[in-house]
T-cell receptor
């Protein structure tokens, strides 16, 4: 069974640009979660999508947004990039119940120059 | 609000030593789930175990064991006879089984960096 896949592995952008990160969940999983792992800040919850709907979002500005497609894959978009957006962005998927474990991908390393 | 504390920032041991990683949590909920994840240098978070708040039975899986004590709000993780391949960052996390602003959100501890030397 294929795990959660994320692309690209690395992404280099400059300040003010826009970034799009992609995530394909484990087959059969309907929920996709996004987390930011910035140096010194730990893992911070960004967004949760389930069945195409945004269910919850963390304490991040509106320039962080995303969507979930009918095939349950997801995109995370970050507009007007700032230096502090440099981080590892991790996507996770689960069966949709909060009791179910979230299974993570390898992440996308976003670097802002 | 939920909070997870992993007081040990870094632990260094020699192969074959036993090591315990501490996790203490805070929540006002009566129903919640606790998790441990391993993050090797590759970056992927690997799920290790889930425990629900009503199940205080300890669990053993090979060299790994977990001790959940609701009375002290702790969920500690022990690796017996550690190996170099156990070197990684280990995260303890909590999720509430209810709605609200934390719905669906895993609250992670800051992680413990474990280094096992040969």
């Amino acid at each position: 069974e294929a795990g959660v896949t994320q692309s690209p592995t690395h992404l280099i952008k400059t300040r003010g640009q826009q970034a799009t990160l992609r995530c394909s969940p484990i087959s059969g999983h309907t929920s996709v979660y996004w987390y930011q792992q910035a140096l010194g800040l730990g893992l911070q919850f960004l967004l949760w999508y389930d069945e195409g709907e945004e269910r919850n979002r963390g304490n991040f500005p509106p320039r962080f947004s995303g969507r979930q497609f009918p095939n349950y894959s997801s995109e995370l978009n970050v507009n007007a990039l700032e230096l502090e957006d440099s981080a590892l962005y991790l996507c996770a998927s689960s069966l949709g119940l909060v009791s179910q474990p979230q299974h993570f991908g390898d992440g996308t390393r976003l670097s802002i120059l | 609000a939920q909070k997870v504390t992993q007081a040990q920032t870094e632990i260094s041991v020699v192969e074959k030593e036993d090591v315990t990683l501490d996790c203490v949590y805070e929540t006002r909920d009566t129903t919640y789930y606790l998790f441990w994840y391993k993050q090797p240098p590759s970056g992927e978070l690997v799920f290790l175990i889930r425990r629900n708040s009503f199940d205080e039975q300890n669990e053993i899986s090979g060299r790994y064991s977990w001790n959940f004590q609701k009375s002290t709000s702790s969920f500690n993780f022990t690796i017996t006879a550690s190996q170099v391949v156990d070197s990684a960052v280990y995260f303890c996390a909590l999720i509430r089984n209810a709605g609200g602003t934390s719905y669906g959100k895993l609250t992670f501890g800051q992680g413990t960096i474990l280094t096992v030397h040969p």
